[in-house]
C-alpha cells in the first residue's frame, strides 16, 4: 500500500518528529550511515527521513570559464559543486530510497524561507513531485509536533519556496558576476587574487568603510571640564561644573580663579525624581544576537550557530524569526511550570507565575515563528557557551512578563563661591524585571549620598581636566549586525554569515572591525568606476520585492529580469575600466598583505622585517627577513590557527612576539626566539 514519507531539514529533527508521531516502537535504520525511522501512527506506516541543509546548489548551465557576465543557471547537487559538500549524497541517496514506495510526502523542514526551499528541491527533484502537505511548528516538543501532524496544510507555501529560489538566483547573478570582474580587474594588472562582493555585501562593506573614513578624517577638539571633588557627612561626592564642557579654556580659568583656593561649598539643591523602567520585549534573532554579544561577549554567527543546536534539540523555539511577540498559544503558564522544575529557576518562576502573565512585547512581527522562548524541556549534555546562551533566553523570557523597574535620579547641586556644581545618580528602588533578567541587565548603578539643602561640602580638590572629542567608534560584530537590520539589508539569518565574509577575504580585520587597505581600496574603486555595485537602495529594493513575491504580490520573473538589467549594465560599464579597477585593487591588496604579514623589525641584520611567509613548496609557514637573500633568518611557526604580531618585544631577549589565535582556545602569545629563556622556562 505504501507509506507516508515525512522529509525534515537535520537528521536531529527526524529523530524528534519520528518519537512524537509513533503509536508503538521507533524502528531506526540506516542506509550508507545515515539515519531514517519507521513509525506507524493509526492505521498509517511512516518513514521520517532528513535532509541535511541544501542538498542542492546553483551552477551555470554550460562553463566557459571565467567570463561575465552569466545568467543562464541550473540547480545541481551540491555534493557535485565542491568537496566539502560531499558527505550530502549519501543524504540524497537514502532520500531516493526512502521515496521510491511513498504514496504521499510531507515536509517538515524549518518553516521559513530556506526550509521551504531545502524541502521544495528534494520534492521536485528526488521525489518528483510539486506538492506535498506541510507541517509549520516553533518547536520540536512532542505536543507542538503532534499539533503540526494533524493541522498540517495540504500544500506547500509556494511564495516561500518561490522567495527562497529568487533570493538564491540573484544572490548568484550578483555573487558569481562581481566577483569575477573583480578578480579579473586585477589579474589584468597582473596580480592574482580571488576578491568577492555581492548583492548585500558590497553595501555592507561600504557601511564599514565610511566609519572608518570618519574615524581617519575625525580631527579631536579639545574642551576642558572644571571637577569638584569633596566630603560630606555620609561620604564622598564627586561633581562637575554645571556648564560641563568648557570649549574656551579663558573662560574655563576664570571659573578657576573663583573656586581654586575654596575650602568649603555648601549643597544648593537636591532633586529626586522616580520613574519607571519597562520590561524588555522578547528576543527575535537581531536582539538575541546583540545582547548575547553584549552580555556573553558570543559573537553573532556562533550566536545563531549555538541558538539553532538548542532549538533541534528540543531547548527553546525556532530562532530565525523576526518577531518580538509571544502569542498565548505558545501556553506561558506551562512552559513556566516546565522550567520551575529546573533548580536554576525554581523560585523565579514561582514568582512569575503569581503575576497575571501579560508578556511586554515589541512591534516586530514574523507571520511564521513567534519570538524565542524556552520550550521548558530540560537542557541535557550541553557545552558551557550553549548553557549560557541557554540561560539568557530563558531569564529573558522570564522578565517580559514582570513589572516595570522603579528607577531615581539623583541630582545635587553644589555651590562653591557661586559657582554651580553638578552630580547625578541613578538607582534602583524596586527591581522588577531585572530580578529576572540578572546579571544581564545593562547599566550601572551609580549611588549618592544622601544629603540635604544647606548641608556643608569639605573641599578635598578642585582641577581642570584637559579633554578632546573622540572619534566614531568601530563597529563590533554585534553593531554592525544592527546597522544592517535598521537599513533592512540581508535577511536576519544571512547579516552574520556576511560579515564573516569580509573577514574571510580580508576587507576587514579585528574584534573592533576595521576596515583594511584592501577593503577601503576596494570602495574607493568601485565608487569611482561602478557606483552601483555599493548602492544600499538597490539592495534594500530586492528585499522588500522578496517579501512581495512570498506574499504572492509579485512574480520571480520580473524580479529577476530587472536584476540581469541592472547587472548587465553595471557590467559592461565595469569592463571598460577593467584595467584602471585591476591597479587600484592590486595596490591595496600588496599593502594590505604587507601589514597583516608584519611582525616586527628583523633583531639579526637589524635592516630588514620579519614577515609570514607560505612556502608554496612545502605548504608550510614560517617567519623570514624581507631582506633576503642578504639576510636569511627564518623562524618556525605552529601550522593551525591566526597568527598576527603580538605588537610586543619578549621581556627576555627583544626579539619580536607572536600571537597565535585558534577558534575555542585563548589567543597563544610566545617569543619567536627558539633560544630565548622564556623558552626554557615553559619546558
Known amino acids: 500500500m505504501g507509506h507516508e514519507l515525512i522529509i525534515t531539514e537535520k537528521p536531529k529533527a527526524a529523530e524528534k518528529i519520528a518519537s512524537a508521531l509513533a503509536d508503538g516502537k521507533v524502528i531506526k535504520e540506516s542506509y550508507k550511515k545515515v539515519p531514517y525511522y519507521k513509525i506507524t501512527r493509526g492505521n498509517k506506516d511512516i518513514v521520517v527521513c532528513c535532509a541535511v541543509g541544501h542538498l542542492y546548489g546553483l551552477e551555470e548551465k554550460e562553463k566557459k570559464g571565467w567570463v561575465y557576465p552569466v545568467f543562464d543557471i541550473k540547480w545541481i547537487p551540491s555534493y557535485e559543486q565542491s568537496n566539502g ?46 506538492e506535498a502537505n506541510r507541517m509549520k511548528f516553533s518547536t520540536l516538543t512532542k505536543e507542538d509536533i503532534v499539533k503540526a501532524y494533524e493541522t498540517k496544510s495540504k500544500t506547500i507555501n509556494h511564495g516561500l519556496a518561490d522567495a527562497g529560489e529568487t533570493r538564491h538566483e540573484l544572490d548568484w547573478y550578483y555573487g558569481i558576476n562581481l566577483s569575477r570582474a573583480l578578480t579579473l580587474a586585477i589579474k589584468s594588472a597582473g596580480f592574482f587574487k580571488v576578491l568577492s562582493s555581492g548583492r548585500v555585501q558590497g553595501p555592507a562593506l561600504k557601511i564599514i568603510v565610511d566609519r572608518e573614513r570618519e574615524i581617519k578624517a575625525f580631527k579631536p577638539v579639545p574642551f576642558w571640564q572644571i571637577q569638584l571633588d569633596g566630603v560630606v557627612d555620609k561620604g564622598d561626592i564627586t561633581a562637575m561644573h554645571e556648564q560641563d564642557k568648557f570649549w574656551e579654556k579663558d573662560k574655563a580659568n576664570q571659573v578657576m580663579k573663583k573656586v581654586k583656593d575654596q ?40 550566536s545563531l550557530e549555538i541558538a539553532q543546536e538548542l532549538y533541534t534539540s528540543g531547548f527553546i523555539s525556532y530562532p530565525r524569526t523576526s518577531s518580538q511577540k509571544l502569542p498565548k498559544e505558545i501556553g506561558y503558564k506551562k512552559i513556566l511550570q516546565d522550567l520551575s ?105 551609580e549611588e549618592l549620598p544622601d544629603v540635604k539643602q544647606g548641608e556643608n561640602v569639605d573641599v578635598k580638590k578642585i582641577e581642570m581636566l584637559d579633554k578632546e572629542t573622540q572619534p566614531p567608534k568601530h563597529y563590533t560584530p554585534s553593531s554592525i549586525i544592527k546597522e544592517l537590520a535598521k537599513k533592512n539589508l540581508g535577511t536576519k539569518a544571512t547579516r552574520a554569515h556576511i560579515v564573516d565574509t569580509l573577514f574571510q577575504r580580508g576587507y576587514v580585520t579585528g574584534k573592533s ?26 539592495t534594500r529594493q530586492f528585499e522588500l520585492e522578496m517579501e512581495e513575491i512570498e506574499n504572492g504580490e509579485k512574480k520571480p520573473d520580473q524580479i529577476l529580469k530587472k536584476a540581469k538589467e541592472n547587472l548587465k549594465e553595471i557590467l559592461e560599464d565595469f569592463k571598460k575600466k577593467e584595467k584602471d579597477i585591476g591597479e587600484g585593487l592590486k595596490e591595496a591588496t600588496i599593502e594590505t598583505r604587507n601589514k597583516e604579514s608584519y611582525i616586527g623589525k628583523c633583531p639579526v641584520c637589524k635592516k630588514g622585517n620579519l614577515r609570514v611567509i607560505f612556502s608554496k613548496k612545502t605548504k608550510k609557514r614560517f617567519i623570514a ?14 601550522q593551525k590557527g591566526l597568527v598576527k604580531s603580538a605588537e610586543k618585544e619578549c621581556p627576555e631577549c ?4 607572536v600571537m597565535v589565535i585558534t577558534k575555542g582556545r585563548r589567543p597563544w602569545v610566545f617569543c619567536i626566539n627558539p633560544n630565548c629563556k622564556s623558552k626554557q622556562q615553559e619546558k
Open 625 to 638: 627577513c624581507d631582506a633576503y637573500p642578504k639576510c636569511k633568518t627564518t623562524f618556525s611557526l605552529p
Open 85 to 130: 559538500s560531499k558527505f550530502t549524497k549519501k543524504y540524497l541517496e537514502t532520500i531516493k530510497k526512502t521515496c521510491k514506495d511513498a504514496n504521499s510526502f510531507i515536509l517538515a523542514c524549518d518553516y521559513d524561507v530556506e526550509g521551504e526551499l531545502i524541502g521544495f528541491n528534494v520534492l521536485r527533484f528526488v521525489c518528483k513531485k510539486k
Open 654 to 657: 627583544g626579539y619580536p612576539m
Open 263 to 302: 575650602k568649603n561649598a555648601k549643597i544648593s539643591n537636591v532633586e529626586k525624581k522616580k520613574f519607571q523602567q519597562s520590561p524588555p520585549t522578547p528576543f527575535d534573532l537581531t536582539t538575541m544576537q546583540v545582547e548575547a554579544y553584549r552580555a556573553l561577549r558570543i559573537s553573532p554567527k556562533e
Open 513 to 538: 572591525i576595521e576596515a583594511t587597505d584592501l577593503g577601503i581600496s576596494t570602495v574607493d574603486t568601485l565608487e569611482k568606476y561602478c557606483p552601483k555595485i555599493l548602492d544600499e537602495e538597490l
Open 341 to 445: 522544575k529546573q533548580k536554576n529557576y525554581a523560585v523565579l518562576c514561582s514568582e512569575i507565575m503569581k503575576t497575571n502573565l501579560t508578556p511586554s512585547e515589541g512591534k516586530s512581527t514574523d507571520p511564521a515563528h513567534p519570538a524565542i522562548y524556552p520550550t521548558g524541556v530540560p537542557p541535557k549534555g550541553i557545552k558551557d557557551k550553549e548553557l549560557k546562551l541557554y540561560d539568557l533566553i530563558v531569564k529573558r523570557f522570564m522578565s517580559v512578563f514582570a513589572e516595570p523597574a522603579t528607577k531615581q535620579t539623583m541630582t545635587i547641586k553644589i555651590d562653591c563661591n557661586t559657582e554651580i556644581f553638578v552630580a547625578k545618580g541613578t538607582t534602583t528602588i524596586e527591581k522588577g524585571w531585572h530580578k529576572f533578567y540578572a546579571p544581564y541587565v545593562a547599566g550601572k548603578e
